[in-house]
């Protein structure tokens, strides 16, 4: 008997399967899912985390959750910078949407609206529409799974789950494969003229011999369908087993984040409320994973181990041994025994030392996990335990001695003030010279250069000689937070009493610090970076540049750039004055010099230069000069240049000499 009538647009589906394989089934699938539930919950709550604690939560962040969910979770807003990734990645995601809505939908109508309300809602139009994009979410879920392995048969993109990731694709390839056939073989039984709706299995079902009898047509389906329902049970059973577990635990990761300036660090403790109360007895870092935040063991969780981080990682490129891919996933292998060390359980020292906190990790990671961080909680505990080289002490002695990281005289500072008048409050602009501009040779010819187009320009500024101390950024990167926060606080002292209302520096690390960690302390003034307030300047025509017949290429210092987002105003400046040529590394993606996170003032232990490997791209564009707008990126270019015998091919000069070059007199 055929299930349904001549000319009756109504879905056959499951009709024809017999009543005991149906309560296998849901008591098989109700199994199934309750246990991946199980495993969903019992990923958070071994963390400590309660379901109250939850819903207090999204009741009180439930927008930003769902604004979270759709940009970085449906949108895939981060994979997408990729464009063959995130075509893939869509094409899977929406393909498995579509598929996952159509078995809810037969769910729903055969087996809960018709035994209960004797109606279904596979009828009609509706059900041909519903069969056109069952198919079409089956053609995206294939195309996306054969771009997967093409990726990683083909394009040889390196990942460490390649036999996970066979598996899973393999497997769900047979199940979508499974679905096709099943549908072609259900119009080959009972073929109605608007089973063409069902295009792809409309043309598959003449795969099946005409002279088939209906109740051997009938057990093959039968067969078929039990397999397939098989294949589903074991695939849901693997999830949690798999790299495919960060459907559910990235989604969760990207929905939750909570998100903070870029350039902002964690500050584990506030320095003036300690001396107030007298309580210094504080533990700043992790000794152990069960130190590390549960923010941070949520962010391992959802590691897929895609290894995007690694690939940008200029440590890893430089062969040091620090991975940031393998540091979060250590931590995830053993989160929930948090007895594990951090050095050397999870990375070596050399390694927490080897990070240049370029946040090159961050940006590239699709799931918002923080690579980086791991690193620096050990760098604090390395600190607290005082398991510091000789460069390392003197540095943070020269700190607490002199106020700077070179160990001069706060007095030599004042050296600049025959280049620029003292800070005064009749004074706009508050020049922020930075260490590397008072006491570094190259870096104080920047501050000279810049001060001379300020008084070009008619700038009502002044600078601080003596009175201006470290900013602290490079001691918080290297873990020392407590002598940060002194620096903080006696900078801003100093702030307060000029009444200081803006601050330009040339030193991306100042101008972020300034910007993005100095206002939990207190801090309440403009600040802008030297690239912006000299592009204004440029553009009113305050200064006037000619544009020269030569080409530049250009360094985005990472502090500006990918921290800050800051990348058009160089940009400005470089081709007002000649003729810009990008390197292949540039903008969000560019590669760190291999000065940040304190590895200007001591080394690591690497196979070759992070400096000498960026230079080599400035050399690829066969561009006369690179412009730079980080005193630290200036130094370690020119030292390469130097070391690799470049001097001849290339000039390096910072923007604001790239201005002073071509001004009209």
Request: with cysteine; net charge positive.
């Amino acid at each position: 008997m055929r299930p349904i009538m001549a000319g009756a647009i109504v879905s056959p589906t499951l009709v024809f399967i017999p009543e005991l394989e149906l309560i296998i089934l849901y008591i098989t699938s109700f199994s199934a899912a309750g246990f991946v539930l199980y495993w969903y919950y019992r990923s958070y709550s071994r963390l400590g985390i309660k379901v109250s604690d939850l819903l207090a939560y999204v009741g009180k962040n439930w927008k930003s959750m769902i604004r979270q969910a759709l940009s970085y979770g449906a949108f895939h807003k981060k994979t997408v910078k990729n464009a063959y990734a995130g075509v893939m990645h869509l094409l899977i995601f929406y393909g498995m949407l579509i598929l996952f809505i159509s078995t809810a939908l037969i769910a729903l109508s055969h087996d809960i609206l018709k035994p209960l309300f004797h109606f279904g809602i596979l009828v009609g139009s509706f059900y041909l529409n519903f069969e056109v994009w069952t198919n079409i979410g089956g053609i995206m879920l294939l195309a996306g799974l054969g771009m997967a392995l093409y990726r990683r048969l083909a394009k040889k993109i390196v990942l460490e789950s390649l036999f996970d990731d066979y598996i899973l694709i393999l497997g769900i390839v047979i199940l979508s494969v499974e679905g096709f056939f099943l549908g072609a073989l259900k119009i080959a039984l009972f073929r109605n003229s608007f089973d063409i709706y069902r295009f792809i299995e409309w043309y598959l079902s003449y795969i099946f011999p005409k002279t088939m009898s209906l109740n051997l047509g009938i057990t093959i389906y039968r067969e078929l369908w039990m397999v397939h329902i098989l294949t589903a049970f074991v695939l849901a059973i693997y999830l949690p087993f798999s790299k495919f577990s960060h459907i559910a635990l990235s989604w969760t990761n990207v929905t939750i984040k909570k998100f903070r300036p870029r350039g902002e660090m964690t500050t584990p403790f506030l320095l003036s409320e300690a001396l107030e109360t007298g309580n210094l007895d504080f533990t700043v870092g992790a000794k152990e994973v069960l130190n590390l935040p549960t923010t941070m063991k949520i962010d391992s969780l959802a590691c897929t181990n895609c290894g995007r981080c690694e690939r940008a990682c200029p440590a890893v490129l430089a062969g040091s041994d620090l991975d940031p891919r393998v540091v979060v996933q250590n931590v995830k292998t053993v989160v929930y025994d948090g007895k594990v060390q951090m050095v050397p359980g999870i990375l070596t020292e050399n390694a927490a030392w080897s990070c240049t906190t370029c946040q090159a990790c961050v940006e590239e990671c699709p799931v918002l996990i923080d690579p980086h961080s791991f690193v620096m909680e050990s760098r604090r505990n390395l600190v607290m335990e005082n398991k510091l080289t000789k460069e390392m002490t003197q540095y943070f002695n020269n700190l607490t001695n002199t106020q700077n990281p070179y160990g001069n005289s706060p007095a030599d500072r004042d050296d600049l003030l025959r280049f620029g008048p003292k800070y005064d409050s009749s004074k706009e602009i508050l020049y922020w010279a930075g260490c590397m501009g008072a006491f570094d040779p190259r870096g104080k010819k920047v501050a000279e250069t810049v001060m001379g187009l300020f008084k070009k320009a008619g700038v009502n500024f002044g600078i601080l000689g003596s009175e201006e101390r470290c900013t602290g950024e490079t001691a918080r990167r290297m873990g020392e937070e407590g002598r940060f926060q002194e620096l903080v606080l006696q900078n801003i002292d100093t702030f307060r009493k000029y009444n200081v209302k803006k601050i330009v520096t040339a030193c991306p690390h100042c101008f972020n610090t300034f910007k993005n960690e100095y206002p939990k302390f207190g801090l309440n003034v403009e600040v802008e970076h030297h690239s912006k307030f000299l592009a204004e300047l440029v553009e009113s025509g305050k200064l006037k540049v000619r544009k020269k017949e030569e080409t530049i290429t250009l360094h985005d210092p990472c502090y500006l750039g990918r921290v800050n987002g800051e990348f058009d105003n160089t940009r400005f400046i470089v081709n007002t004055s000649g003729t810009l040529t990008e390197m292949e590394k540039s903008r969000e993606k560019s590669m760190c010099c291999g000065a940040g996170g304190g590895n200007y003032w001591y080394k690591v232990k690497s196979q070759e230069s992070i400096s000498h490997l960026r230079m080599q791209q400035a050399l690829e564009t066969k561009a006369g000069k690179l412009a730079v707008a980080c005193p630290f990126c200036n130094a370690m270019m020119e030292d390469a240049s130097r070391t690799m015998d470049a001097q001849g091919k290339i000039q390096i000069r910072d923007i604001s000499e790239i201005i002073a070059e071509g001004l009209e007199n």
